[in-house]
């Protein structure tokens, strides 16, 4: 991945984060990590299985996981082929 490729995605949540803090208007927020994670995992996982067309093995290397780790993703996030 290029660099303008990871600085778009990291903008990306960037922007995403502020408007999150300006949307709350005052109240303190909670579990950002997780909510962020959350937010971002599914939609990774799909959009890297559907680029390996469904191959596992292939996405689990594309993310640099073990296939094992990915399977164990895909089913406490319902992900389904």
Known sequence: MSTRQTNEIADCVKRSLEKY???LDGEMPRSI???VIRNVERPM?????DQAEGNQ???AEMLGINRNTLRKKMQSLNIKL
């Open 21 to 23: 803090f300006k949307d």
């Open 57 to 59: 093995s292939i996405a």
């Open 33 to 35: 990590y997780d909510m």
């Open 45 to 49: 996982i799909e959009v890297i299985l």
